[in-house]
Every structure is written in structure tokens, then in C-alpha cells.
């Protein structure tokens, strides 16, 4: 796991480019300390920062070349089955000077083109420069697990691992005001867009080549998308899913424990991250397990559930048990992590646990992807029920008056109960995709849009154009609503999380769920298999339960929730009203409606607060993004 960053200009002017992608290489450090690298002609620079964990030895180092000196690759990322596709090209007379997958991935490329990209299963993101043609390849992988951002104008194509990285280059940076609006609504950007006009994410499952005579961009697709409507097998038996099913996750995990430094699973007690510590512990006696806890609300702290799971089966448990403080210190490293605005608070527990996990050891798997790909969401339940109960809607409608004058935000459990309930009755009244961007939402669009103080004459056209892009699969299908949460959920929030506060502590986190060949056979399975009646999960529950305690089994998700609206109230406050929310500075700043941030507040400190919690904390990431990185 590494940085990459690297420059292509359609000029021999790439000299004048030293001092920036000295900038770029270094801010992508805590993503690769063990080694630093670059690469230089007159018209391309690489830089790279190194995480060893395959094939530690200096010989691995990056940028990596061709032995004819003829190649050059970046890398970052882990290709699980790469043993097997250097023996076959031994095979074919190539010799190796390393043991490492990198060169692996540089030989394939050499001896097949782009054509070797089908075969890969790993995460990854790469660049290749040809010092003979002057030209350079880039691709991601299939679920964008790996982040890559770009800059191109048509005279230079920039790329890097992280924005923080980019934003190094010398280009205008100037807010993309409808990925603002995005951003307010969903507290993440979706792709391929960014909150820089003109930076844009790399499409996912794609590559692309440019010469430096004629840097056009064009991107090829490398494989076909894991579902479209109506690509059910309908003659697949459910206990013969529920075997390959087994088989495919067992496959994966036991791939993903390849390395050359100690690797360990995080453990939360849910069902998730049990099922992938159980199938790791079969392969890898005395298996290192890691999870945190809450000290001071017990509602939201599973360290009981990873006990359990960890005695059953069989692990070196390590549990970390948290206080309000505990969290607080970290928050202000957590904001300097984000090269991008970010406003998921479960980063603020998922950094901490990077960051003791990153003590014992160098790579962890997760559960990450289980949730979008089998119907695990409050939301997918929600919407399971409205459709096969016919009674629920009217019911919903006729309780949600009585409730909306109630308090209601995330912060308790009835509070966090109601506002679920209303947010049921709410979302009852639209149609499928209207009703799927509202619970994909933290606030509506009119409040969205409120609080953005400039406006284009276009501005909510375009706004709606990438909204129905965004929900362009979604249909009556149920496995469309889960392939859209693949593609604007998973992607956009919880890899960006989980890579982004990971990396910040130089720790590589694995994801099996997410093996491609796992997540092309579940959308093909009917959606009946992954959620039925009440049962959320139903086919990962099934597979697993010779492995896992029955109370593992039939536990319901839990998050991980940050008293995020204590701190407003007390430490924070001084800085939100000062520093990131202050009147005068949102005024001079020019970027938000100064009258709608202070009736945001105001309902923040009220006695409902609702979702003004969730919208402050986005603002918030905002705000320090904005200071470190544009002002």
C-alpha cells in the first residue's frame, strides 16, 4: 500500500514541476514511510511513497523499472493472486528480480498490454510511463478501493493518490459549487467529481493511455458491471448459493492474508467482521483481532460481541475502550487527514482504531462491503417492508404528526428511533428513487440549497442532472437499489473512510467482501437470498453459522456513534462561533448564506436539534478543509 502521485505534459516543461511534486510526494507520506521515490524526463515526473508489505526488501522499492529501463510504474495497491500470474509468465521465459507483486504488475503490463487488467483480483491504482513512446497508462481497480484523483486542462494531466496531494500542482482552485450542494446533502462528494472544478475522480474498472504529443483523455472500461436489471439466476437453489457463497468468501479472505509482515482483523462483535476473522483464523492460527469500545454509552459499545465472537473463535483479542476525551483529542488530526471535505463522524472511531491496530500490526482485514452488497441497512429494511406491507405506509403516515413534535436526532435511542420513524413516514410518500436519495441524504435539498450563498443560472439543473446519473440503475429491482449503494454508498463514504483514516496511520486495510468474483455472484443471486421477511444478510447469516455464536448470528447492525452534539455544546462551541461558523467569517468568506448558518445553529443548541448535528459536522470538515487547503 503506497501514494503515487505523477505529472504527464504535452511539453518538454516537466523540470519546472520539481519543487510540486516534491510538495505532492511528501504530503502523501503517511501513506508509504518506509521508502521515497521519484522519477524524472522532460516531459513526465512519478513520485511515490512505499508501505511494504510485499516483498519488504529495497529491491521492491518504487519507482519500480523495467530492466531494460525502457518502463517505469507507480504503484499502489495489493494483487492477491499475483503468485499465480507470475508463474504463468515464468512460464513464458520472463525472469524475475523480485519477489514482490509489483513487478509482477509491470511485466504483465509489458508482455499483454492493457488486456492483463481482467485478470487481476486485488485493489490497486497505478501509472506506467514508456520512455520510448512518451506515453502513460493509468488504471484503477473495479470498486475504486484504491482513491486516485486527476487534473487535466488538455496541456497537463496530473494525477495523485490524495486531493491534499493534487492541490500541490499549480492549477486554479475554485469550489465546484453543485458538488457542494452534494456534499451538504450526503456529506461526502460522489465521484466522478470533487469539491475543486476541474479535479475529478478516476473511474473505477477503467484505464487509460495518452502520448505527451496529444494528451487526450479517453477512458476504457476493463470489465463489466456486476449487475444489471433482470441478470438474476433464477436456477441457482438457495442452499447451493449459500455453499459457493461460503466458498467464494473463504477463497477471498484466505487471498487476502498474503503478506510479508503481521496481519490481524478488526472485530467489531457484528456479523461482518466476525465472519471474516472466523474464515482468516482458519487459515492463520493465533490470528490478532482488534475492536474499540465506549466507555461512557454503553448503547453503542459491541466489545461484549467481540469478546464472544473472539473466544469462539480463537483469536488474540486486543480491545481498546474509548472515552469522550479519548475521541476529542484525536479530532482535530482526524480533520488534517481529509484532502477532500468529508463529513462521515464515524471516521473519528475508525481513525483510532487504525491508529492502536497500526501498533501490532501492519495490515487488517474488514467487513466493509457487506452491508451495501446483502441489504444490512435500516434503510434497506425500511424499504424491503414499504413494499411488501401494504398497511405500513398508511400506519407511518398516520403516527409521524404525533412524533414530528417530539425531539428527535441520533444521539439517544428513542430520539434516534423517532427520527427513523419519521424519516420511514417522509420517505413513504415518494416515488422509489426520490425516496432513495432522501435516506441517502442528512438534509433535503431546499436546505441544501439554502445554505449556498452563489448560485449559477444553471446550478440546480446541473445539480439534477448528476442526481439522476447517481440513480441511474435504480428500479423496482431491489438488487438495483443495492448496486446503487455500491456504487454512491460504498465507494464514495465507506472505502473513502476506511482508506483515508487507515492510510492516515500508514496501516493497509483489506476488504474480501469486496473480491470481485464475491460481489459478480451475489448480484446474481435473486434478492430474496440476501434479505427475506425480517432477515437482513440472510445468506451471510446461513453460511456462517457453523463458525459463529448464535447470539453473533442474529444480531442486527449496530454504528459506532460520536457525541459529536456534547462537544458542540461545550469544547467546541468556542470554535464553531469563532473559528469555522463565525458570522463575520462566513460573511468575508462569501461561500454560505450567513442567515442560514445561524438558523442552523440555532436549532443545533435547541432542544430538538434533529439533524443539525450531522449538518454541522459536514460544515465543519468543510471549513478546516478549506482553511489548510484553498485559503
Not at 511539453?11 to 524524472?40: C, M, N, Q, V
Not at 523499472?65 to 504463468?88: C, H, M, P, Q, T
Not at 458542540?568 to 473559528?579: A, H
Request: a neutral charge.
Amino acid at each position: 500500500m503506497c501514494g503515487i502521485t505523477g505529472i504527464l505534459t504535452s511539453s518538454e516543461e516537466a523540470a519546472k514541476y520539481f519543487d510540486a511534486i516534491k510538495s505532492a510526494t511528501l504530503a502523501l507520506h503517511h501513506r508509504g514511510p518506509d521508502s521515497y521515490g521519484s522519477f524524472a524526463n522532460y516531459n513526465a515526473l512519478l513520485g511515490h511513497t512505499r508501505l511494504s508489505i510485499i516483498d519488504t526488501s529495497h529491491a521492491s522499492d518504487q519507482p519500480f523499472y523495467s530492466a531494460d529501463g525502457r518502463f517505469v510504474i507507480v504503484y499502489n495497491g495489493e494483487i492477491f493472486n499475483f503468485k499465480e500470474l507470475r508463474e504463468n509468465l515464468i512460464k513464458k521465459g520472463i525472469v524475475f528480480q523480485t519477489d514482490g507483486d509489483t513487478e509482477v504488475l509491470l511485466q504483465l503490463y509489458i508482455n499483454e498490454d492493457a488486456q492483463f487488467l481482467e485478470k487481476i483480483n486485488g485493489f490497486f491504482a497505478f501509472a506506467i510511463y514508456d520512455n520510448v513512446q512518451k506515453s502513460l497508462f493509468v488504471a484503477r481497480d473495479r470498486f475504486g478501493i484504491k482513491p486516485l484523483f486527476y487534473y487535466w486542462d488538455g496541456r497537463r494531466f496530473i494525477f495523485a493518490s490524495e486531493m491534499k496531494a493534487l492541490l500541490k500542482y499549480p492549477f486554479e482552485k475554485k469550489i465546484d459549487t453543485v458538488s457542494l450542494v452534494e456534499y451538504l446533502q450526503l456529506n461526502y462528494v460522489p465521484a466522478p467529481n470533487s469539491m475543486i472544478e476541474g479535479v475529478k475522480k478516476f473511474p473505477v474498472g477503467n484505464w487509460l493511455k495518452m502520448n505527451y504529443t496529444d494528451l487526450k483523455l479517453s477512458f476504457t472500461p476493463f470489465c463489466k458491471e456486476p449487475y444489471f436489471s433482470g441478470c438474476e439466476d433464477k436456477k441457482i437453489t438457495y442452499d447451493a448459493a449459500v455453499r459457493k457463497f461460503y466458498n467464494l468468501l473463504e477463497d477471498a479472505v484466505q487471498k487476502r492474508l498474503i503478506a510479508d509482515v503481521p496481519v490481524g482483523t478488526f472485530l467489531s462483535g457484528g456479523l461482518d467482521s466476525s465472519a471474516i476473522t472466523a474464515l482468516a483464523a482458519l487459515h492463520k492460527k493465533d490470528i490478532m483481532s482488534f475492536s474499540i469500545g465506549y466507555k461512557e454509552n454503553p448503547l453503542f459499545d459491541e466489545t461484549h460481541y467481540a469478546e464472544l465472537a473472539s473466544k469462539k473463535i480463537g483469536t488474540s483479542h486486543h480491545t481498546f475502550k474509548l472515552d469522550n476525551n479519548d475521541l476529542f483529542s484525536e479530532l482535530h488530526n482526524i480533520l488534517g487527514t481529509l484532502g477532500e471535505p468529508f463529513g462521515d463522524s464515524s471516521a473519528i472511531p475508525m481513525y483510532i482504531l487504525s491508529k492502536k491496530t497500526r501498533q501490532y500490526v501492519k495490515v487488517s482485514l474488514s467487513g466493509d462491503g457487506s452491508d451495501e452488497l446483502m441489504g444490512g441497512y435500516n434503510k434497506h429494511m425500511a424499504e424491503y417492508k414499504l413494499r411488501t406491507s401494504p398497511y405500513l405506509k398508511a400506519v407511518s403516515n398516520s403516527v409521524a404528526p404525533f412524533f414530528k413534535s417530539m425531539p428527535h436526532s441520533r444521539n439517544t435511542f428513542t430520539g434516534n428511533k423517532i427520527r427513523q420513524l419519521i424519516r420511514l413516514s417522509e420517505g413513504a410518500k415518494l416515488n422509489t428513487r426520490e425516496r432513495y436519495w432522501e435516506w441517502a441524504s442528512i438534509a433535503n435539498a431546499t436546505k441544501a440549497f439554502s445554505l449556498i450563498n452563489t448560485k449559477n443560472e444553471n446550478f440546480e439543473k446541473q445539480f439534477e442532472e448528476r442526481k439522476n446519473t447517481h440513480l441511474a440503475a435504480l428500479d423496482e429491482n431491489f438488487n438495483s437499489l443495492l448496486y446503487t449503494d455500491v456504487k454512491l454508498v460504498l465507494q464514495n463514504d465507506m472505502l473513502v473512510k476506511v482508506d483515508l483514516m487507515s492510510m492516515a496511520n500508514s496501516l493497509e486495510v483489506r476488504v474480501p467482501f469486496m473480491d470481485y468474483r464475491l460481489v459478480q455472484f451475489l448480484f446474481s443471486l435473486p434478492s430474496e437470498y440476501k434479505i427475506e421477511g425480517g432477515v437482513q444478510k440472510r445468506i451471510l447469516r446461513d453460511a456462517m453459522a457453523h463458525l459463529l455464536p448464535p447470539e453473533i448470528i442474529a444480531r442486527k447492525k449496530q454504528g459506532f456513534e460520536v457525541p459529536l452534539l456534547k462537544w458542540f455544546k461545550t469544547e467546541l462551541r468556542d470554535s464553531i462561533e469563532s473559528l469555522w461558523l463565525g458570522d463575520d467569517y462566513i460573511e468575508s468568506q462569501g461561500i454560505f448564506d450567513v442567515n442560514q448558518v445561524k438558523a442552523l445553529k440555532k436549532q443545533l443548541y435547541s432542544s430538538n436539534p434533529k439533524d443539525a448535528v450531522a449538518q454541522v459536522w459536514g460544515l465543519i470538515a468543510f471549513q478546516h478543509w478549506y482553511k489548510r487547503n484553498i485559503e
